[in-house]
């Protein structure tokens, strides 16, 4: 089977060898070689790469390791919706896009959709007719409803409005768009984008949920300034990351077991560290600081990595649950560890590894001053703590001179989860990070809990996961990191 370095490779003869793409994407040819190793390519980079590619009747997916010609026979039709918000003069460059990527678009405007663009310019654009109207004699005659909304591969809602995901959700169908989305046989995907107010709302998270749960591929909002000039979630996801859901959704045969739990041996041979739990900073020989961390998430990390055949290396801050065991694990060394330093000297003896999953809460701090006898009450006052940074033990591996191939980090976030969490990733310089929202209640919680709500974030963009238990998680994660290594 391919891997990522096979396939880029082979893209980049079909574009006439290195120093021509080197040349087509404005870099030295130390840049090839660096994305060659990292199995990755700035965003912007792999759009020019594909982008002419497609010209070329090449299609190229270096997520889903795919390079093949394209003929119209594999032609993906993308039959886009839009609705009408601000946004939809994006759904312009999100259709160009998709044409430079080789999937032909048909697109479908409601009335509200035209007070910002016009059908004529989408027409334009894709040299296919638009369609507006539920009952026009041509359209009926040409081509009825039905078959426009059969007539595809997907049906990608962009933007789709607080009001139109609620006329989903109830299957209004009182014009074009809406009657497609209920007549459809095939996959429907909505990229929504609206004020933040209108996203938070309970009406509005309600009909996602009904809309998920009928099998509806959600492109969530991204946080950030939007049209109308509130902070918040909001904005249309980028073109990139809409694509690249599109290339996944369509390309079923390349998609990993999502959920799952299966064995896969698909990492047989890899060395994994994994670091799990808390770590509590002492402040004297009774009392330390800790936080909320029960190892759960990472644990099930370890677990499922040695189910896909890794050896794994987990390195544990206090928890109360037991080391993974059964047979399925028994590839997984444990090292218990107290404090982050301790933490961070284990990790860094036990590389060299392949990949690195930070999950641990390790707690950003340790008490300089820590007592060695137990601090007492005393009329001087309320002992100072002096504190200290402890080490990072993500960036530190990312930055290692022997760092693992795929580093990944975590994000616990209490505000602007998507954004926190992409800074993070670009700060500690690792390559993916999962990202959950912290100090919830009921629902929501996740420290202690078994289910958890995760995004993963990586160079390209982000892709929330639905809610799920954290053995589940780790099981699309792992598979996620299989696909990765490319291994059969
Ligand atoms: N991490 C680490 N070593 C540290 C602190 C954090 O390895 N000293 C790792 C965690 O395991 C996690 C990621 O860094 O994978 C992010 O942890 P988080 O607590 O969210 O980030 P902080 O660095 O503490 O950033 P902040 O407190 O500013 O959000």
Same mark, same amino acid.
């Given at each position: 089977?391919?891997?990522?370095?096979?396939?880029?490779?082979?893209?980049?003869?079909?574009?006439?060898?290195?120093?021509?793409?080197? !040349?087509?994407?404005?870099?030295?040819?130390?840049?090839?070689?660096?994305?060659?190793?990292?199995?990755? =390519?700035? /965003?912007?980079?792999?759009?020019?790469?594909? /982008?002419?590619?497609?010209?070329?009747?090449?299609?190229?997916?270096? +997520?889903?390791?795919?390079?093949?010609?394209?003929?119209?026979?594999?032609?993906?039709?993308?039959?886009?919706?839009?609705?009408?918000?601000?946004?939809?003069? !994006?759904?312009?460059? %999100?259709?160009?896009?998709?044409?430079?990527?080789?999937?032909?678009? @048909?697109?479908?405007?409601? !009335?509200?959709?035209?007070?910002?663009?016009?059908? =004529?310019?989408?027409?334009? %654009?894709?040299?296919?007719?638009?369609?507006?109207? $539920?009952?026009?004699?041509?359209?009926?005659?040409?081509?009825?409803?039905?078959?426009?909304?059969?007539? &595809?591969?997907?049906?990608?809602? /962009?933007?789709?409005?607080?009001?139109?995901?609620?006329?989903?959700?109830?299957? $209004?169908?009182?014009?074009?768009?809406?009657?497609?989305?209920?007549?459809?046989?095939?996959?429907?995907?909505?990229?929504?984008?609206?004020?933040?107010?209108?996203? &938070?709302?309970?009406?509005?998270?309600?009909?996602?949920?009904?809309?998920?749960?009928?099998?509806?591929?959600?492109? &969530?909002?991204?946080?950030?300034?939007?049209?109308?000039?509130?902070?918040?979630?909001?904005?249309?996801?980028?073109?990139?990351?809409?694509? /690249?859901?599109?290339?996944?959704? $369509?390309?079923?045969?390349?998609?990993?077991?999502?959920?799952? +739990?299966?064995?896969?041996?698909? %990492?047989?041979?890899?060395?994994?560290? *994994?670091?799990?739990?808390?770590?509590?900073?002492?402040?004297?020989?009774? @009392?330390?600081?800790?936080?909320?961390?029960?190892?759960?998430?990472?644990?099930?990390?370890?677990?499922?990595?040695?189910?896909?055949?890794?050896?794994?290396?987990?390195?544990?801050?206090?928890?109360?649950?037991?080391?993974?065991?059964?047979?399925?694990?028994?590839? *997984?060394?444990?090292?218990?560890?107290?404090?982050?330093?301790?933490?961070?000297?284990?990790?860094?003896?036990?590389?060299?590894?392949?990949?690195?999953?930070?999950?641990?809460?390790?707690?950003?701090?340790?008490?300089?001053?820590?007592?060695?006898?137990?601090?007492?009450?005393?009329?001087?006052?309320?002992?100072?703590?002096?504190?200290? +940074?402890?080490?990072?033990?993500?960036?530190?591996?990312?930055?290692?001179?022997?760092?693992?191939?795929? *580093?990944?980090?975590?994000?616990?976030?209490?505000?602007?989860?998507?954004?926190?969490?992409?800074?993070?990733?670009?700060?500690?310089?690792?390559?993916?990070?999962?990202?959950?929202?912290?100090?919830?209640?009921?629902?929501? &919680?996740?420290?202690?809990?078994?289910?958890?709500?995760?995004?993963?974030?990586?160079?390209?963009?982000?892709?929330?996961?639905?809610?799920?238990?954290?053995?589940?998680?780790?099981?699309?994660?792992?598979? @996620?990191?299989? @696909?990765?290594?490319?291994?059969?």
């Amino acid at each position: 089977m391919s891997d990522f370095k096979t396939i880029l490779d082979a893209a980049i003869q079909q574009l006439g060898g290195n120093e021509t793409v080197q !040349k087509l994407l404005g870099v030295g040819a130390s840049a090839l070689s660096n994305y060659r190793q990292r199995g990755q =390519l700035p /965003a912007a980079k792999q759009a020019i790469l594909e /982008a002419e590619l497609a010209q070329q009747g090449w299609y190229l997916d270096l +997520e889903g390791l795919q390079f093949t010609p394209l003929n119209s026979g594999q032609q993906r039709r993308v039959l886009l919706l839009i609705t009408g918000g601000i946004a939809a003069y !994006k759904a312009l460059e %999100l259709a160009r896009r998709l044409m430079d990527k080789g999937y032909q678009i @048909r697109g479908v405007m409601t !009335k509200s959709a035209m007070e910002f663009i016009t059908p =004529l310019s989408l027409s334009a %654009l894709t040299g296919e007719k638009v369609f507006t109207e $539920l009952f026009s004699l041509t359209d009926e005659a040409e081509m009825g409803h039905i078959r426009l909304a059969r007539d &595809a591969d997907i049906v990608l809602v /962009a933007p789709a409005t607080a009001n139109f995901l609620a006329k989903m959700a109830h299957g $209004l169908a009182d014009d074009l768009a809406s009657t497609i989305c209920l007549a459809t046989d095939c996959p429907v995907m909505i990229a929504p984008a609206m004020n933040p107010n209108m996203w &938070a709302h309970p009406a509005t998270q309600a009909n996602l949920a009904t809309l998920k749960q009928r099998g509806v591929a959600l492109i &969530a909002p991204e946080d950030g300034d939007t049209a109308c000039g509130e902070i918040g979630t909001g904005r249309l996801a980028e073109p990139a990351v809409i694509i /690249a859901a599109i290339d996944r959704l $369509l390309a079923p045969q390349q998609a990993p077991p999502l959920l799952s +739990e299966a064995p896969v041996k698909g %990492l047989i041979g890899r060395h994994i560290l *994994v670091t799990s739990g808390p770590t509590y900073e002492p402040i004297d020989p009774v @009392r330390y600081i800790a936080n909320h961390s029960s190892g759960k998430q990472g644990h099930a990390l370890a677990e499922a990595c040695a189910k896909a055949g890794a050896k794994v290396t987990l390195v544990s801050g206090p928890v109360h649950i037991p080391d993974p065991e059964g047979p399925d694990t028994e590839g *997984v060394k444990t090292i218990h560890v107290t404090t982050a330093q301790e933490m961070y000297d284990a990790c860094i003896t036990a590389l060299p590894a392949d990949c690195a999953i930070c999950a641990a809460a390790v707690a950003d701090w340790q008490v300089v001053n820590h007592g060695t006898q137990k601090m007492k009450k005393t009329k001087t006052g309320i002992p100072k703590l002096e504190l200290a +940074e402890n080490p990072d033990i993500l960036a530190s591996l990312s930055q290692h001179a022997a760092r693992p191939d795929l *580093v990944i980090g975590f994000a616990a976030e209490t505000e602007n989860l998507h954004l926190n969490a992409q800074a993070k990733r670009q700060r500690k310089k690792c390559d993916w990070i999962i990202a959950n929202a912290v100090g919830g209640s009921g629902e929501d &919680a996740v420290f202690g809990q078994d289910n958890n709500r995760v995004t993963l974030i990586d160079a390209h963009g982000h892709e929330d996961w639905q809610q799920t238990s954290k053995a589940k998680i780790a099981a699309k994660l792992v598979a @996620r990191i299989e @696909r990765w290594f490319n291994e059969d």
